[in-house]
């Protein structure tokens, strides 16, 4: 009876010192991550040059929505300094 509750009490105890190894290791990996870095979530791309002024009148008169006289005036005009 001695011998049966000898290998019983080690059976226990190893029991034991692997449940406490297992719980050792998932507290581990749950505390570093799984060995992942966080996403670092790229910065927004940087907004599209707008046009300038002199670009986009010479896209309409040569998309024909202005006429050549209107054209000359507006670039006359935005070649004055103010």
Do not use: H, K, T
Request: avoid cysteine; aromatic fraction near 6%; charge should be positive.
């Amino acid at each position: 009876m001695m011998g049966a509750m000898s290998a019983l009490f080690l059976l226990l105890v190893l029991a034991v010192v692997f449940s406490v190894a297992v719980a050792v290791i998932v507290i581990v990996v749950l505390a570093l991550g799984n060995g992942r870095r966080p996403r670092r979530i790229p910065p927004p791309p940087a907004p599209a040059p707008r046009p300038d002024a002199r670009e986009i009148l010479r896209a309409r008169f040569a998309a024909g929505e202005i006429d050549e006289d209107e054209y000359l005036r507006r670039m006359s005009a935005l070649s004055q300094d103010w």
